[in-house]
């Protein structure tokens, strides 16, 4: 099994709909591989903040795992952000 982290930007070109957001939690949660996530509140940056971009464009992390990456993919298709000209980009989490 696989572990995803998909980080979604704020850059959708048209609003999303409430809807749309429960209907793809809802294929997420019944496609068994869906293991939680959250927006992204307040951030502070650490070290040298001069060295390195904003991440401010990250407004939320959904958690995967699946042994069918093509199967999460077509999932992803149908993400509100995707589905509004947005970007979600998806982080494979290697194994430690």
């Given at each position: 099994?696989?572990?995803?982290?998909?980080?979604?930007?704020?850059?959708?070109?048209?609003?999303?709909?409430?809807?749309?957001?429960?209907?793809?939690?809802?294929a997420a949660r019944s496609s068994g591989?869906?293991?939680?996530?959250?927006?992204?509140?307040?951030?502070?940056?650490?070290?040298?903040?001069?060295?390195?971009?904003?991440?401010?464009?990250?407004?939320?992390?959904?958690?995967?795992?699946?042994?069918d990456r093509a199967l999460l993919l077509?999932?992803?298709?149908?993400?509100?952000?995707?589905?509004?000209?947005?970007?979600?980009?998806?982080c494979e989490l290697p194994r430690s």
């Amino acid at each position: 099994m696989d572990a995803y982290l998909l980080l979604i930007h704020d850059n959708e070109k048209t609003p999303t709909r409430d809807e749309e957001w429960e209907q793809f939690f809802e294929a997420a949660r019944s496609s068994g591989m869906f293991h939680g996530g959250s927006e992204v509140g307040r951030r502070e940056i650490l070290g040298g903040p001069a060295t390195v971009p904003s991440s401010s464009h990250i407004v939320g992390y959904i958690r995967f795992e699946t042994a069918d990456r093509a199967l999460l993919l077509e999932l992803l298709k149908r993400h509100p952000v995707v589905l509004h000209g947005g970007t979600v980009e998806l982080c494979e989490l290697p194994r430690s």
